[in-house]
């Protein structure tokens, strides 16, 4: 079945640092891939999202590209701040619509 | 715009009690999904919703759980009687349409606590 693995955390970087939280992922056919983030007593927010090979989901300074030879999607910024501090989830969606979860991985940025 | 209403935000009840969360979802989209989600952990979906219509259910503990979405519009998942292990997250989401592409809009959540 479908399946989402997140390098575990907490990550915990300065500011200012660059950041990469690494996802790879199990799927049959073309799934979409997402990267939600969770600020600490809220909900999930979608963060970015790729549809197709070679696609590039961005926003905030955030990026990640759908790479569908080594099954990954991994999350980068060239320079965190302290507020990007929160917990980060990978997620695809399948033919079944469903969304398959990662465990979460949660960044502390210190100042 | 208005994103995804739940309340309350935070409910604490006895074991054996029941509580009920509500949910609205953004106006126009007709897939709602009710999911929960543990400390530490990523969610897990309940039920999801096309329109009034359950799709999907098969992760729901019907023992003790149920939801409706009487006009696919609003919708509002129970539990009776709760257990301490219920104590978790409840989060509700919606999206435009069931499809792969979409991204869904999550709730703040309802933070649940059995005591």
């Known amino acids: 079945g479908n399946s989402v693995t997140q390098m575990e955390g907490p990550v915990t970087l300065s500011e200012e640092a660059f950041l990469t939280i690494n996802c790879t992922y199990t799927?049959?056919?073309?799934?979409?891939l997402f990267w939600y983030v969770q600020y600490p007593g809220e909900g999930l927010q979608l963060l970015l999202k790729?549809?197709?090979a070679d696609d590039k989901g961005s926003n905030k300074g955030f990026e990640a590209t759908y790479r569908k030879e080594t099954t990954s999607f991994h999350l980068e910024k060239g320079s965190v701040q302290v507020s990007d501090s929160a917990v980060y989830f990978c997620?695809?969606?399948?033919?079944?619509?469903?969304?398959?979860w990662g465990a979460g991985t949660k960044l502390i940025i210190k100042p | 715009e208005a994103g995804v209403v739940q309340s309350p935000r935070y409910k604490i009840i006895e074991k054996k009690q029941p509580v009920a969360f509500w949910c609205n979802p953004i106006s126009g989209h007709n897939t709602l999904y009710w999911y929960r989600q543990n400390l530490g952990q990523g969610p897990e979906l309940l039920i999801r919703y096309e329109n009034e219509e359950a799709v999907d259910d098969s992760q729901l503990p019907k023992d003790r759980f149920s939801a409706e979405r009487l006009k696919g519009v609003d919708s509002t998942l129970k539990i009776q009687p709760a257990e301490l292990g219920d104590s978790a997250v409840y989060l509700c989401a919606s999206s435009l349409a069931q499809g792969q592409n979409y991204g869904y809009t999550f709730g703040s959540g309802t933070r649940l606590t059995v005591v």
């Open positions: 799927a049959t056919g073309y799934p979409s």
């Open positions: 997620a695809l969606s399948g033919s079944n619509y469903q969304l398959i």
């Open positions: 790729a549809t197709k």
